[in-house]
């Protein structure tokens, strides 16, 4: 089948509402039927963010403590418990019309931790999914997660891939809910990390696993100001 699909990636650091906004005007060009995809890519500002299942009991520090460190925080209406977006993490939204693809939940969210499993790949790393747990692992250490929401078969949010991020903010949190969950980053296997190296990378494993080309497009396309 031939889609179209658009990929905006969008540089320096982003705000975690900014983020937001950017899906919603991504959302409204696939709910047009205007395009049937839009691969947004982007690396974050310091931000937790709470997922449908909850994720505040998970948050270790207090209020005065998250404005000393700069992080800010956010309830998402995405899947999943707390996490953590800041500089160093590669974020990709993919806002797909599935009806394109496949409707099939379960085949999309793996899907998009295949993407991340192949760039790995590409890099000498053996990564693996587990049995209970969304998201990519390279032996007993999570390195990418996955948290999505769908709504008439239209995705947002989607997954984060540490490259050479702060883990120490990690600590501040039970990440994804889960108590001493040990966070890798691909900066402890590959040194020195090229980031816009990664980036490449994902992009072309989206096409290769969605099966799809995305056409290159500034942010502005976005906002209306550039058509493709």
Not at 1 to 16: A, D, F, P, Q, S
Not at 47 to 68: H, K, P, Q, W, Y
Request: proline share 4%; aromatic share 10%.
């Amino acid at each position: 089948m031939r889609r179209k699909c658009m990929e905006v990636r969008i540089e320096g650091l982003t705000g975690y509402s900014e983020g937001l906004s950017l899906q919603k005007r991504a959302l409204e060009r696939v709910e047009s039927s205007e395009v049937d995809g839009v691969l947004i890519v982007l690396e974050h500002r310091p931000v937790f963010t709470t997922g449908r299942s909850g994720g505040m009991e998970n948050l270790l520090i207090d209020g005065d403590e998250l404005t000393r460190l700069g992080i800010e925080l956010h309830r998402a209406d995405r899947g999943g418990n707390i996490t953590y977006h800041g500089p160093g993490q590669l974020v990709a939204y993919p806002v797909f019309n599935l009806e394109k693809w496949r409707k099939d939940l379960p085949w999309y969210v793996s899907s998009l931790e295949e993407v991340v499993i192949q760039v790995l790949s590409d890099y000498g790393i053996e990564a693996v999914r587990k049995p209970k747990y969304r998201g990519v692992w390279v032996g007993e250490r999570k390195i990418a997660a996955v948290g999505i929401a769908v709504k008439r078969w239209i995705t947002t949010h989607g997954l984060s891939f540490n490259i050479e991020v702060d883990k120490s903010h990690f600590e501040l949190i039970n990440p994804c809910g889960l108590k001493g969950l040990a966070i890798s980053s691909l900066n402890n296997f590959v040194s020195p990390v090229n980031f816009s190296e990664v980036v490449d990378k994902m992009e072309e494993k989206f096409s290769l696993v969605f099966d799809t080309k995305f056409i290159k497009v500034p942010r502005g396309w976005l906002d209306g100001d550039i058509y493709a």
